[in-house]
């Protein structure tokens, strides 16, 4: 089948002028440097390959010189979108090295006679730079909550095929006039589906990430950092289902600020809110990681400790009791907690019912005289 070269360049032009723009559009909307790194990608690179188009019309030096830097330009882009999407600063030396060999080795004259060599070289450039995207996503895969393998195998699959035109391309030259099969019909083809699918990919990674920031914030509490009464109500419950299955002991900590009110009346809210961020903060270091820790309410915080007894979690309420006791407010000797604490078991493992009992123990708290934690003991039959 024979590839006709010069429409196939002409729809490579269209497509990344297309892409770049709706890319372009895409990042106004968000901001969203990712997106603005890829379109500036997508334009330059378009730009490259009509400045390479100008071969045979007698200044090949343009396309040769001009061509290839924006080329590999784009590409530096496209890899320095993809390290930004990984939590990166972007490298100027990074984005300029590219380019800059190319330069200096045109300064060669054997270099810059040689097709072949050329070829050779910058295949191997634009490999580099697939291939630098690609260990940017794989090296922070841990950290990225979003699916990178559709980006990871377009990468490298980019970076084969670069691979292998180093090596085994004709180094035949452009010929815009007629019909080729040569291998650079096939690196127009090639740029065709990879710059359609790096910037679906890279869409869709941004796209993501975003919902995951979005649903996040949804279930954390903005002053204290710690998760909100929705996402403790969802994950509590299904811990304790857990726990229920396999009759493992759970606790919780119900947990109230004494005399609050009168704390911002006397004070102000500022001091309020120093308040309760730093009761999260002792709340969420003191708990073991897998403790589910909210603040359910104004000045109510809980903790559901899985796999816990009764001891443990009394002697975790009294450090976290006596250490907020001993934080400097401005309101010195204003402020304390009173902590309610009760067996999962005594309320066969469901959530609103243990809540209850919970409730009941810092109730009595309360009354015994506040600063002080109470285990919700269950009356005899």
Known sequence: MQLNLATLVLLDIYILLLVGVLMLHAWSRGRDSTLGYLAAALLIGAAGTVVGSLRGMGVDWVPILLGNVLVLASA???????????????????????????????LVPAFYQSLPIR????????????????WELWRSRRRLEVDIRPALVLTLIHTGFYTVRAFFDDNLPFDPSGASTHFFALVVLETLLYVI?????????VKERAELRYKSAALRDPLTGIGNRRAFVEAAECQLGVCARLRRPAVLLLCDLDHFKRLNDNFGHATGDQALAEFGRILASRSRQQDLCARIGGEEFVCLLAEADATAALALAERIRSEFAEMPFVAEGQLSVSIGIAE???????????????????????AAGRNRVELYRAEPR
Do not use: H
């Open 119 to 134: 070829i050779t070289t910058g295949s191997l450039l634009l490999a580099g730079y697939a291939a630098l995207g690609a």
């Open 344 to 366: 999962a078991q005594l309320a066969d493992y469901e959530l609103t019912r243990l809540l209850s009992l919970a409730d009941q123990a810092l109730y009595a708290a309360k």
């Open 197 to 205: 699918g790096l910037a679906f990919v890279t869409l869709a990674m």
């Open 76 to 106: 530096a882009l496209a890899w320095t979108a993809l390290r930004v999407f990984a939590g990166r600063r972007p490298s100027r030396a990074g984005m300029l090295a590219g380019a800059l060999v190319w330069l200096a080795l045109c």
